[in-house]
């Protein structure tokens, strides 16, 4: 998620957009001259710009197409140091070994959806510009219209009380069953006044659709199995010593960044009155961050998107790499489409 802004003339000229905690992942992320450094959520290229400014290189990976394309610019002013990949970043270890790194020096992911995909009313991220019920971060894939017109009641509300933490979704999903009897729903504006109808105006300032529109992008993408899966990603190919910075948006996010590093950093397990505490795996990361590093004020009042955001970041251990155990790291179960 991205930030109105530019942190300067670096390769490419002024950034477009900078990253929220651009400052402070930088801290973490520590990158250097020679290192090689992936960039898991490459969006207007906030990080990259910053990591090549600091004279490493950077493989960029992003779902969105046309955010590779606006990319092509800082690519050829990088002297080789950037590479482009369209791609998931949960795919990312992979992608590294075929350009030919076995392991890097660090990873850096800005989770959810950028400012610039919100902003483009035909993606249908949005129902502040009225668009087509997409929702998809690349081009291809199930969209946000397939969901609400043809699926069951039961599971649109399993769907909207999960990923939307909405606990009017049952009434939000027996209107959207209804409304769909008279025709499909095709645009984010007919689905935000349905919402808006079954639901009312609250008195804050937050529209009654914006956990429902929340909770079809997380599933239309599968975000949160491709955040667990780009973090055991990272695990995998992060040398001894190379760092993991994760900036998330929403608590759904951040709780599976918490207990994924958790985890990975514990050396005891069962410390309570009532079991004998026990020796654990070998950590694989030690932890940089005892919880979050939040926002500034001042960040918060130049961009209000920036409010929600949380910093985590961890070192690797010399320790193997563990399988991944998506619900103990609290990849919720969802229903089948």
């Not at 670096?10 to 520590?30: D, K, N, S, T």
């Amino acid at each position: 998620m991205s930030t109105g802004g530019d942190m300067g003339n670096v390769a490419g000229g002024p950034a477009r957009h900078v990253p929220v905690l651009l400052e402070e992942a930088m801290r973490y992320l520590a990158p250097a001259a020679g290192d090689v450094i992936i960039d898991g959520t490459f969006g207007a290229g906030g990080y990259s710009r910053a990591i090549l400014a600091a004279g490493a290189s950077v493989v960029a990976i992003d779902r969105d197409p046309s955010a590779i394309d606006a990319g092509a610019a800082l690519a050829d002013a990088s002297g080789g140091r950037l590479t482009l990949v369209e791609g998931r970043f949960s795919d990312l270890d992979a992608i590294a070994a075929d350009l030919g790194h076995a392991r890097v020096d660090g990873v850096v992911m800005d989770i959810g959806v950028s400012s610039m995909q919100f902003d483009q009313a035909e993606r249908g991220f949005s129902f502040r510009f009225d668009g087509p019920l997409d929702m998809r971060m690349g081009i291809d894939g199930l969209t946000a219209r397939e969901v609400v017109n043809h699926m069951e009641m039961r599971d649109l509300a399993r769907i909207i009380a999960v990923l939307g933490e909405d606990h009017r979704a049952r009434a939000v999903a027996a209107a959207i069953v209804r409304a769909r009897e008279a025709g499909p729903i095709e645009t984010t504006a007919q689905l935000a006044a349905i919402v808006e109808r079954a639901i009312g105006r609250a008195t804050d300032t937050i529209h009654p659709a914006t956990r429902t529109f929340q909770a079809l992008r997380i599933f239309v993408n599968r975000e949160l199995d491709e955040l667990a899966d780009a973090l055991a990603a990272s695990e995998r190919v992060l040398a001894e010593g190379g760092r993991l910075v994760v900036v998330a948006f929403h608590s759904l996010e951040d709780r599976i960044v918490k207990r994924f590093l958790a985890d990975r950093s514990a050396t005891r397990s069962g410390d309570s009155r009532h079991a004998p505490a026990r020796e654990v795996a070998a950590p694989t990361f030690e932890l940089l961050v005892r919880g979050t590093v939040d926002p500034s004020g001042d960040e918060i009042r130049i961009n209000p998107r920036a409010r929600s955001a949380r910093l985590r970041a961890a070192r690797r251990t010399a320790a193997p790499p563990r399988p991944l155990d998506r619900a103990a790291v609290g990849v919720p179960s969802l229903p089948e489409y």
